[in-house]
């Protein structure tokens, strides 16, 4: 039998396999093992399994808006990524830390604004950010929970430190992948998970629920999610989430405000709604409040938000927290709400309002990633190294016409997990997004879902752009 | 608790998913059952194409594209063609996109087998070249598949009014279904002007259409016209009798609605609830006497009333019904 890794090559950057002298880690032998006791042809087969299996289930995302759109897997690559328990430790206590600060943030921004007083990040920073929602001043929302789920975006540097790229406020998608990806390398590694201590993660859809259900101080509330329907790309995940609960999947059409309480339309009367999570963009939440021409919202909702009648999870206004230069500031929050040093440190991020920062991102676009401070799904982005002289030029005027919108970062060179692609093992850049719940406590599932750029050498992981997924075992 | 809440729009795509995977069967069992009689006949067979066309409502779409019945042509149209509304793969697709909307209310079970049922045909409709062994394999497939997807919704769902609107669809679209096929295959035999000796393994042909023929066997014995019609319209133990098919979404209404039966209590329930006595009440030889087209007719356009009121009762709550609803 061959052996798949036998020329396996990591890169420049950190292999989470193997130390640039080609030893194994210690926290990997058990799977370096299990991997060349099955050799090329027997991955071959459990690939083909998935993706069939996946196919066969239905665990797609839609490409296209038309009649019969393209439905494509999110494909899961056979090789899973482990992280040793220690490891997720730091992770966990970070992601703990930073998602109490963020919500005490988000609180004070649309309260007393105590920060802005104090002067730690400049007011128009946040009074010009699109995220911004002047409608949500004044308001507490349930429990003074603000940011109810986050899937913050975390890579390994050249050291091997998890790095905070993105703390994802709004409505992240992908909790579905991680749960079936789980459940799907169950079957394909059985006698596997059966030897070693792979934590389990089966319990977040009852942490969702038990925090949805937090938010009411009715007895038994309603709880509904909130999707845009069949043609939305993330459908797939809405619905599974429904399931999982056992919750109603509404659509706005469904919703009715009536007394400025919210109401579903049944076959024979209207039932009242206590706590939505809702998978629409605060623009198209309301027509009344926000974007008039929306059919997805539902007119009245906002009122009743504001007014307590209904939780919406996560909280409207919460984006501001997104905006990816309002980012750069979160270690500052740490440290101003909680009196604590960051856990997790951020990505070394260039700000475009400040003059000498503007000057080194001009004249050094090549060597720097751009972002849009509102984009996601990699779009709006300019990665240097990988682009035109035209695409920079493009990006250059785009920024000198409007610094506040764009941030830069350097190219950071993140982690490699060895993947199967192409009928080879090859080291694959890959980030992880775990899924923070906040309720009465914060919890965290152990592990997330990994993405890999399945392309070689490629930095980008995003499933519209070529990227793939992984299972994460956090083995103790 | 929340599962015993029924949204209007689940419980139409609901009774969507139950008419168009029932529209999809019927037409799996007429082309089956025309692919065996076209065998069997050395003249005439593009009657019986175009009978199938016009049942199922394709036929202009087939008359734009193609100026002569031709089997294979008929074929591809029926079952494949993307630009036929009523085509197999349409009515398939339809039927999934239904589930698809309602995932998390059914079963993963049926889940899958909708999938698959979708899958098989949009991956067949990509093979270059429909032979017809091909195409008896597939429809043989499909069948298992349908079967296999109403067993997971017979037995793995449960029976709550979700279910019960999923029900009402299908025999609502299984009365239509029955009585289009009457409907054409008597047309094409009063056109063809066969003695009735001759013609009787044809109409043996609308009992193979639902899979009735074992049945009309062991029940009547003997092949006659009047006994085939009497067994398809108004036997109540033949699931694909449209009085069977009646009686049965009446069922479902009522267990809707909650009306223990007797009386009436809204507009729709009494519809379907004269159509349901008026075919406990007649005989073969009056449906005879009123003229098998027009009674068919008039079945098709009481089953379109049923239906308007089936989506204005449960699925539209109107303005008003809001403004006036109190808590």
């Given at each position: 039998m061959n052996n798949p890794l036998s020329e396996y090559q990591s890169k420049t950057a950190f292999d989470e396999m193997f130390f640039k002298n080609k030893v194994v880690r210690e926290s990997h032998k058990s799977l370096k093992e299990n991997i060349e006791g099955l050799g090329s042809e027997d991955l071959d087969s459990r690939q083909d399994l998935i993706d069939k299996s996946m196919m066969k289930m239905g665990i797609t995302f839609n490409?296209?808006?038309?009649?019969r759109g393209t439905e494509r897997i999110f494909p899961l690559n056979v090789i899973p990524r482990v992280i040793p328990f220690s490891e997720w430790k730091v992770i966990e206590e970070g992601l703990q830390q930073r998602i109490k600060a963020l919500n005490l943030f988000i609180q004070d921004i649309y309260n007393d604004q105590k920060i802005l007083k104090d002067g730690k990040i400049p007011s128009e920073y946040i009074l010009n950010s699109?995220?911004?929602?002047?409608?949500?001043?004044g308001i507490t929302p349930a429990k003074s929970?603000?940011?109810?789920?986050t899937g913050t975006d975390l890579i390994r540097d050249e050291n091997g430190d998890f790095v905070v790229l993105?703390?994802?406020?709004?409505?992240?998608?992908g909790v579905a992948y991680m749960l079936e990806n789980r459940e799907i390398m169950k079957r394909v590694y059985s006698t596997f998970f059966e030897k070693s201590n792979i934590l389990p993660i089966s319990e977040y859809p009852d942490h969702l629920l038990s925090m949805l259900r937090y938010?009411?101080?009715?007895?038994?509330p309603t709880v509904a999610i909130l999707s845009?329907?069949?043609?939305?790309?993330a459908y797939f995940e809405h619905s599974f989430l429904a399931r999982k609960l056992g919750v109603p999947l509404v659509q706005a059409s469904d919703l009715v405000i009536k007394d400025n309480k919210v109401y579903m339309k049944t076959i024979k009367e209207l039932k009242r709604v206590h706590v939505i999570y809702r998978r629409i963009d605060d623009a198209y939440l309301d027509p009344l409040t926000?974007?008039?021409?929306?059919?997805?919202g539902v007119p009245g909702l906002f009122k009743s938000f504001r007014d307590g009648n209904v939780a919406l999870v996560?909280?409207?206004?919460?984006?501001i927290a997104d905006d990816k230069l309002i980012y750069t500031f979160v270690p500052e929050f740490i440290r101003y709400y909680l009196n604590e040093e960051p856990k997790l440190k951020n990505v070394k991020t260039y700000n475009c309002t400040d003059k000498t920062d503007l000057k080194y991102v001009i004249e050094n676009l090549p060597k720097l990633v751009v972002k849009a401070?509102?984009?996601?799904?990699?779009?709006?982005?300019?990665v240097g190294p990988a682009s035109t002289k035209e695409e920079q030029a493009e990006f250059k005027d785009k920024i000198l016409d409007d610094p506040r919108n764009y941030i830069a970062q350097p190219v950071v060179n993140f982690s490699t997990s060895p993947s199967y692609v192409d009928g080879k093992l090859g080291a694959r850049h890959v980030d992880l997004r775990p899924y923070i719940i906040y309720g009465e406590e914060i919890k965290i599932v152990p592990g997330g879902l990994s993405r890999v750029a399945?392309?070689?050498?490629?930095?980008v992981v995003n499933s519209s752009q070529g990227g793939g997924s992984k299972d994460t075992w956090i083995i103790k | 608790m929340d599962n015993q809440i029924t949204l209007s729009r689940v419980a139409n795509s609901l009774y969507w998913m139950g008419r168009h995977s029932e529209r999809a069967e019927s037409l799996i069992r007429i082309l089956d059952a025309h692919l065996k009689l076209s065998m069997d006949l050395?003249?005439?067979t593009q009657y019986f194409w175009k009978a199938i066309l016009s049942a199922v409502g394709c036929l202009d779409s087939y008359t734009e594209k193609y100026k002569t019945i031709e089997r294979d042509n008929v074929l591809h149209t029926l079952?494949?063609?993307?630009?036929?509304?009523?085509s197999l793969l349409n009515v398939i697709w339809h039927a999934r996109e239904n589930a698809r909307s309602i995932r998390e209310r059914i079963t993963a079970e049926m889940w899958l087998d909708i999938n698959e049922l979708y899958l098989r045909i949009s991956g067949f409709s990509e093979s270059p070249k429909l032979d017809g062994d091909a195409l008896l394999e597939l429809l043989d497939d499909l069948k298992l598949r349908t079967r296999s997807f109403q067993g997971g919704w017979f037995h793995?769902?449960?029976?709550n009014k979700e279910w019960q609107f999923s029900q009402l669809g299908m025999y609502i679209e299984r009365t239509d279904q029955i009585s289009r096929i009457i409907d054409n295959f008597h047309r094409t035999l009063t056109e063809l002007k066969d003695d009735a000796s001759t013609s009787l393994f044809k109409w043996r042909a609308v009992l193979d259409s639902l899979s009735a023929t074992e049945m009309y066997q062991k029940t009547y014995g003997v092949m006659t016209v009047n006994s085939i019609l009497e067994f398809v319209f108004?036997?109540?133990?033949?699931?694909?009798s449209i009085r069977f098919s009646i009686q049965a979404a009446h069922t479902a209404l009522l267990n809707i609605t909650e009306n223990k039966g007797g009386?009436?209590?809204?507009n729709v329930e009494k519809k379907l609830g004269r159509m349901k006595a008026n075919f406990d009440f007649i005989d073969i030889k009056e449906i005879s006497q009123f003229g098998i087209e027009e009674y068919n007719e008039r079945i098709q356009s009481r089953i379109a009333e049923v239906h308007d009121l089936i989506k204005i009762t449960f699925f539209e709550l109107s303005e008003e019904k809001v403004l006036s609803y109190t808590n």
């Open positions: 490409v296209y808006h038309d009649m699109s995220t911004f929602l002047k409608e949500c001043m929970i603000w940011c109810h789920i993105e703390d994802n406020l709004r409505c992240p998608s938010l009411s101080d009715v007895d038994n845009p329907g069949i043609y939305n790309s926000f974007n008039p021409d929306s059919l997805l996560n909280a409207p206004g919460t984006g401070v509102n984009e996601a799904g990699g779009y709006g982005m300019l399945l392309k070689e050498n490629s930095l | 050395s003249t005439g079952i494949l063609d993307s630009e036929c509304s009523e793995t769902m449960s029976h108004l036997n109540n133990e033949l699931p694909r009386s009436f209590q809204s």
